[in-house]
C-alpha cells in the first residue's frame, strides 16, 4: 500500500477537508508512478471538456443566427451559406466533451481503485491487529456491514469530488466570465444567486436527511448482525425449534429498516422539488431578461437560445451538486464507523526494543502472574509455576477459575497486569508477537475451520508445506483413512465453520494443522471435552502422540486426560490450590480428589444410562 501503517487517522467525526487530507496518499500513490501520470492526464482532459463545455452554447447560438438570418452570421462569413455546418459543429462540440468527460473517468478509474483497495486492505490488516476482547464483543455481521459501508463511502467521496466536484466548479467560474462578458454583470448576479439559494436548500435539507440515513444504517446493521448470527448458529436454532422465533426478531429489525428507509426515499423527494422550484425561478428570470433584450433589439434570437443552453448545462452539474453534498455527507457518516473502528487502539503492540523469540528447550514460567478482563473482577492472583521443557502440566478446575485465560496470556493476546511470563527465560513482552505466536501450537475445544477445502485447513498450520506433507501431517493425525473415503478426498469442502465435519473429525483436521505446524510448545485448551466418551479417547491418543518430546500445557475438564501429566495445577479462585501428580492429588483427599470423585460417579451414571438403554432397545 502507499501510505504507511503508522499514518494517523482522522478523528471519527472528521471533516471533509481532513479527509480528502487522510485519503490524499493514496490518491496520489509515492510508488506509483503510473497512477501519478493517469492523475495529471485525468486533470487536463477534465479541463479541455469543460471548455469545450462552454463553448457549445457558443455553437448553438452561432446556428441559429445563421438560420435566422441573426448578427453572427457576418462574423461567420464563408459559412453563411452553409449553417448547417455550424449545426454539425455543435454536435461534434458535444460529442467531444462527452468523449473527454469519459476518458477522464476512465483514466481516474485506476487510481481510485486503488485508493479504495488499499484503505479495505488497511482496515483488514487492523482488525487483525486488535485484540480478542475487542472481537469478543463485537458482532461480525454488523462488523463487516461497517467495513462495507466505509469502503462503499470512501469511493463515493473520491469519484464524486474528482468527477462531479472540481468539474462543476470550474464549468461555473467558465460560465460566469462568459455571462459577464457576453450579456452583463446582471445576468451573472441572478445566477450566483440562483447558486447560492439552491446549494443552501441543499445542505439544508440534506443535513435533515443525515439523521434519517443515520437511523436506516443503524436499522440495516441491527438487521444484518441478526441474521448472520441466527445462520452462525443454525443448529442451535434447530435444536431448540426456535425458527418462528429467529424469524419474528429479524421481521422486527426489517420492519425498523423499511420504515427508516421510507423516510430516506420520501425526504429525498420533498429535496429535489424544492431544488427544481428554486432553480426554475432562477432560469425563468434570465430568460425574460434575454428575452426583453431581444425584442428591444439588443441581442439576437442566438442570445436567447444561447443563455437557455447556458442554464441547461448548467442545471446538470448543479443538480449534481445537490447529489455531491447527500452523498459525500452520506460517505462521511458511512466511514465515521469505519474511522472509529480504524481508531480504535491496540490493547497488545510490540514494543520498540522487541527481539525475535529464541527458543531453545521450550520451558515456560508463569512468574507472580496477575490479570483481569475487567477491574472490578480479578481472574489470577498471584499465579506461578513451570513447565519444563517437554513435559506436560496439566491445569484443572472448576468453570470461571481462570484455566483458558492462562492460554490466552501465553499466546499474548492480553498482557498481565503484574509479574511475567517466559519462555527460556525471555519475556514475552520483550518480544514480537509474529516470533512467540510462530512456536506454540493450539488445539482448542472449540475447532472452527475455514469454508474451504480439508487440504486448506490442515495447511493452515504451515502455508508452504506440500500436498505430501499435508497428507503425513493428516495420517499420523489418523484422518487420512477417513478423507481416503471421501468422494473428493482432500478437496472437500468442510461447510461454514466445519459444520460438514463431526466433532471429532475437526479436532483431528485441528491435530494435523498443528502437526504440519510443529510447534515446539503446545497448548491443549480442554481439546477432548466436547466429545463422546469413545471418541474423546482415540483423540487422546492422539493428542499423546503430538505432545510427545514437546512443552505442553494442558487445560483440563475430564481429569481422566491428564492422569499421565507430568505435573496437575487445581486452579480455583485465581489461585494455584493444589499441584502435583495424580497420585499424590489423590492422596491429598482435596480438591482435585473431590472433583475424581463427582466426575467418576457422573460417568458410572452415563455408563449405567447408556446400558438401560441398550437393554430397552
Known amino acids: 500500500m502507499s501510505a504507511p501503517a503508522t499514518t494517523p487517522f482522522p478523528k471519527p467525526k472528521a471533516k471533509f477537508a481532513e479527509t480528502v487530507n487522510f485519503l490524499s496518499p493514496y490518491l496520489w500513490p509515492a510508488q506509483r508512478a503510473d497512477l501519478k501520470a493517469q492523475v495529471v492526464f485525468a486533470l487536463l482532459f477534465m479541463l479541455a471538456g469543460k471548455i469545450l463545455t462552454v463553448i457549445i452554447p457558443y455553437t448553438y447560438k452561432w446556428a441559429t443566427n445563421a438560420l435566422t438570418g441573426g448578427g453572427d452570421v457576418q462574423f461567420w462569413g464563408l459559412l453563411a451559406a452553409g449553417p448547417i455546418i455550424l449545426v454539425v459543429a455543435y454536435g461534434v462540440a458535444r460529442m467531444l466533451s462527452q468523449v473527454l468527460n469519459n476518458v477522464r473517468d476512465a483514466l481516474f478509474a485506476a487510481v481510485g481503485q486503488h485508493a479504495v483497495r488499499g484503505l479495505a486492505n488497511r482496515a483488514f490488516i487492523h482488525l487483525h491487529n486488535l485484540s480478542l476482547r475487542f472481537h469478543l464483543q463485537r458482532r461480525t455481521g454488523g462488523l463487516s456491514r461497517v467495513i462495507e459501508r466505509g469502503k462503499n463511502g470512501i469511493e463515493t467521496i473520491i469519484r464524486l469530488t474528482m468527477m462531479v466536484g472540481i468539474p462543476t466548479v470550474i464549468e461555473f467560474v467558465l460560465t460566469a466570465v462568459i455571462l459577464a462578458y457576453q450579456f452583463s454583470f446582471w445576468y451573472v448576479v441572478v445566477v450566483v444567486v440562483t447558486v447560492i439559494v439552491y446549494v443552501w436548500f441543499s445542505i439544508i435539507a440534506s443535513n435533515w436527511r443525515i439523521s434519517i440515513r443515520k437511523d436506516m444504517n443503524e436499522a440495516d446493521s441491527d438487521s444484518m448482525s441478526k441474521a448472520v ?32 428507509a421510507i423516510k430516506t426515499y420520501t425526504s429525498l423527494a420533498w429535496l429535489n422539488i424544492g431544488q427544481a422550484v428554486i432553480f426554475s425561478i432562477g432560469m425563468a428570470i434570465v430568460m425574460v431578461m434575454s428575452a426583453m433584450e431581444v425584442a428591444a433589439g439588443r441581442q439576437t434570437v442566438g442570445h436567447f437560445v444561447m443563455i437557455n443552453a447556458f442554464m441547461m ?151 508452504a508445506a506440500g500436498k505430501a506433507e499435508v497428507e503425513d501431517a493428516a495420517e499420523r493425525a489418523q484422518i487420512a483413512h477417513l478423507i481416503s473415503t471421501l468422494p473428493k478426498g482432500y478437496e472437500t469442502e468442510v461447510g461454514e465453520r466445519g459444520l460438514k465435519l463431526s466433532g471429532g473429525e475437526k479436532q483431528r483436521v485441528a491435530i494435523a494443522r498443528t502437526l504440519l505446524k510443529s510447534p515446539p510448545i503446545l497448548i491443549l485448551d480442554e481439546a477432548t471435552s466436547a466429545l463422546d466418551t469413545h471418541t474423546e479417547r482415540e483423540i487422546q491418543a492422539s493428542l499423546d502422540d503430538v505432545s510427545k518430546n514437546r512443552t505442553t500445557l494442558v487445560i483440563a475438564h475430564r481429569l481422566s486426560t491428564v492422569v499421565g501429566a507430568d505435573e496437575i495445577l487445581v486452579l480455583k479462585d485465581g489461585v494455584v490450590a493444589e499441584r502435583g501428580r495424580h497420585a499424590e492429588l489423590m492422596k491429598l483427599k482435596g480438591l482435585y480428589y473431590a472433583m475424581w470423585e463427582r466426575q467418576r460417579a457422573a460417568d458410572a451414571a452415563r455408563e449405567n444410562l447408556a446400558k438401560v438403554e441398550a437393554e430397552v432397545e
Open 313 to 463: 448545462q448548467l442545471s446538470i452539474p448543479l443538480n449534481f451538486i445537490g447529489t455531491l453534498y447527500r452523498e459525500i455527507s452520506t460517505g462521511l457518516i458511512d466511514m465515521e464507523a469505519m474511522f472509529n473502528l480504524l481508531d480504535e487502539p491496540q490493547e497488545v503492540v510490540d514494543s520498540p526494543a522487541a527481539t525475535e523469540l529464541v527458543v531453545s528447550d521450550g520451558a515456560i514460567a508463569f512468574k507472580d502472574v496477575y490479570f483481569s478482563y475487567d477491574p472490578d473482577r480479578e481472574i489470577l492472583k498471584g499465579v506461578t509455576f513451570e513447565v519444563p521443557a517437554g513435559k506436560t502440566v496439566a491445569v484443572v478446575g472448576p468453570s470461571g477459575a481462570g484455566k483458558s485465560t492462562l492460554s490466552r496470556l501465553l499466546y499474548r493476546f492480553y498482557d498481565v497486569k503484574a509479574g511475567s511470563i517466559e519462555i527460556d527465560g525471555q519475556d514475552i513482552r520483550n518480544v514480537t508477537q509474529a516470533s512467540l505466536r510462530k512456536v506454540i501450537g493450539m488445539v482448542p475445544q472449540d475447532t472452527v475451520l475455514f469454508n474451504d477445502t480439508i487440504a486448506y485447513n490442515i495447511g493452515y498450520g504451515n502455508v
Open 229 to 260: 448470527d441466527s445462520l452462525l448458529n443454525f443448529e442451535t436454532v434447530k435444536y431448540f425449534g426456535n425458527e418462528q422465533l429467529e424469524a419474528d426478531r429479524y421481521h422486527r429489525a426489517t420492519g425498523k429498516y423499511e420504515k427508516a
